[in-house]
């Protein structure tokens, strides 16, 4: 037997790693109608498909998440609230119950005349009102309707200056902060206030500053006799049996006041030039509202 020969040409000594080998023994045929036993082990996965199922869960979390906590029922929105200003008038809308509160300013239609009218000279300043010196015209006094009481003014000299309603500084006497209306008359001025929804007359003050001092309410005089422009002799001697004295007021500067003597309230008061006997009375005004 001739010597294996190498076809790659080896190095002598090689040997055929196969001549030797023993013969595979030929395998167990399959018998289809044996016993199959179960399955040993999981059976292979598919990482696209675990993804995908895992993906199709996480869409459909999301959606019931979004439908329990993302929706707003609109009959249970929240009610919003709106303010409105004005000059005199202000409300509250709330939306869901429709409720407005609102104030109302009075009417400032002008006061009509109430006949007969009445002369300057039968008209007294007194400590509450006007006296009316004749017996068929009952007195002008505080707390009568405004629509009488300067009425009977307008009658008498025409239709005022009408300042309308406005929120009291104290001016003019009515307590700060409460509805006041002033109507002038020449060198007259009427005082309005309300009280239980009603227009009220409620004070008066005369002044040369306020008008013509030439025009009839100039002459309109205190049931004790002083008017406008009398002096300071004048007033201390109408009044001697009362209190007379002086104080600085921080608006009017140097003032009278005319106390009763028997119980100390004050009957009238007003500006003057000074305390010197020959100095003039510039007005001569009621208590004033906020005092009473």
């Known amino acids: 037997m001739s010597e294996p020969r190498d076809p790659y040409q080896n190095p002598p000594g090689w040997t055929d790693p196969y001549a030797e080998s023993p013969a595979t023994p030929p395998g167990t045929p399959f018998d289809p109608s044996g016993p199959q036993g179960p399955a040993t082990g999981p059976p292979p996965g598919s990482p696209l498909l675990t993804g995908l199922i895992l993906g199709l869960l996480l869409v459909a979390l999301s959606v019931a998440v979004f439908q329990l906590f993302g929706s707003d029922d609109p009959g249970t929105a929240?009610?919003?609230?709106?303010?409105?200003?004005?000059?005199?008038?202000?409300?509250?809308?709330?939306v869901d119950s429709s409720t407005t509160t609102s104030t109302t300013v009075p009417s400032t239609d002008p006061y009509e005349p109430v006949d007969p009218p009445i002369p300057a000279d039968t008209l007294k300043m007194i400590t509450d009102g006007l006296r009316v010196n004749d017996?068929?015209?009952?007195?002008?006094?505080?707390?009568?309707?405004?629509?009488?009481?300067?009425?009977?003014?307008?009658?008498?000299?025409?239709?005022?200056?009408?300042?309308?309603?406005?929120?009291?500084?104290?001016?003019?006497?009515?307590?700060?902060?409460?509805?006041?209306?002033?109507?002038?008359?020449?060198?007259?001025?009427?005082?309005?206030?309300?009280?239980?929804?009603?227009?009220?007359?409620n004070g008066y003050r005369s002044d040369i500053n306020y008008g013509d001092i030439t025009e009839p309410p100039a002459t309109i005089e205190t049931l004790s006799g002083l008017t406008l422009n009398d002096t300071v002799a004048d007033l201390q001697s109408i009044y001697a049996s009362q209190r007379v004295f002086f104080v600085d007021d921080a608006s009017l500067g140097s003032t009278f006041v005319v106390e009763s003597l028997s119980n100390g309230t004050t009957l009238l008061w007003g500006p003057v030039q000074g305390e010197e006997p020959t100095d003039r009375i510039v007005g001569i005004y009621a208590p004033d509202v906020c005092s009473r």
Do not use: N, Y
């Not at 300042?163 to 001025?189: K, M, N, P, Y």
């Open 78 to 94: 929240a009610p919003t609230t709106s303010t409105t200003a004005a000059d005199q008038t202000s409300s509250t809308t709330t």
């Open 135 to 201: 017996t068929d015209i009952p007195d002008i006094v505080f707390g009568q309707a405004a629509e009488t009481a300067i009425g009977r003014l307008v009658a008498s000299f025409g239709q005022p200056d009408d300042t309308g309603w406005q929120t009291s500084t104290g001016q003019w006497g009515v307590c700060a902060g409460d509805l006041e209306r002033i109507l002038q008359f020449g060198t007259f001025a009427a005082i309005v206030t309300r009280s239980g929804g009603s227009d009220i007359f």
